[in-house]
T-cell receptor, first 117, second 112 residues
Framework: GAVVSQHPSWVICKSGTSVKIECRSLDFQATTMFWYRQFPKQSLMLMATSNEGSKATYEQGVEKDKFLINHASLTLSTLTVTSAHPEDSSFYIC?????????????FGDGTRLSIL | GENVEQHPSTLSVQEGDSAVIKCTYSDSASNYFPWYKQELGKRPQLIIDIRSNVGEKKDQRIAVTLNKTAKHFSLHITETQPEDSAVYFCAASRGSNYKLTFGKGTLLTVNP
């Protein structure tokens, strides 16, 4: 159980285009989803916390107009990188939790490797 | 905000030896401490977690200890195997449904 699916797994696109990444909880309802960014050989840096039906909470230094997050249902959150540039190239990973009072852990998707040419 | 320090950054052991990775945290309100294993290009996988009302937890060859007074927690892997080679991340949170703050990771290499 507790499977999180992330799509696509790999994207290459030209500078200036927008890219949408989907994160789905397949067998549970995720009230909270998190979006992380990971550069090579570095740790995971939280970008934003997404709660179903409300606006995402962005971490300091993350441009909310650049990284659009939507959490329209209990099983789907999307991250759109708008007008992507080479410096946006990175590994993006989502995680999801039920958010219940019994402290269920976060489960991660497989990640999306984004390369901007 | 929370700050998590992790040491060492790299660790090389011989197969069968034990490995210990240590983390410290700064936020006294943190009460949930998971450990993740990440293989190259793959997702982080939860291997064990501990909550602040527990001092130690064990799952087969893996154990985690927590000292809340000193604000540090450690991962212990016994009888290491080559397949244990990966990057290990510690993290801290005010609850598992709150945001995680990760340490910088430890690259563990188990030499056969």
């Amino acid at each position: 159980g507790a499977v999180v699916s992330q799509h696509p797994s790999w994207v290459i696109c030209k500078s200036g285009t927008s890219v949408k990444i989907e994160c789905r909880s397949l067998d549970f309802q995720a009230t909270t989803m998190f979006w992380y960014r990971q550069f090579p050989k570095q740790s995971l840096m939280l970008m934003a916390t997404s709660n179903e039906g409300s606006k995402a909470t962005y971490e300091q230094g993350v441009e909310k107009d650049k990284f659009l997050i939507n959490h329209a249902s209990l099983t789907l959150s999307t991250l759109t990188v708008t007008s992507a540039h080479p410096e946006d190239s990175s590994f993006y990973i989502c995680s999801a939790t039920t958010g219940g009072g019994d402290n269920q852990p976060q489960h991660f998707g497989d990640g999306t490797r984004l390369s901007i040419l | 905000g929370e700050n998590v320090e992790q040491h060492p950054s790299t660790l090389s052991v011989q197969e069968g030896d034990s490995a210990v990775i240590k983390c410290t945290y700064s936020d006294s309100a943190s009460n949930y401490f998971p450990w993740y294993k990440q293989e190259l290009g793959k997702r982080p996988q939860l291997i064990i977690d501990i909550r602040s009302n527990v001092g130690e937890k064990k799952d087969q060859r893996i154990a985690v200890t927590l000292n809340k007074t000193a604000k540090h927690f450690s991962l212990h892997i016994t009888e290491t195997q080559p397949e244990d080679s990966a990057v290990y991340f510690c993290a801290a949170s005010r609850g598992s449904n709150y945001k995680l703050t990760f340490g910088k990771g430890t690259l563990l290499t188990v030499n056969p």
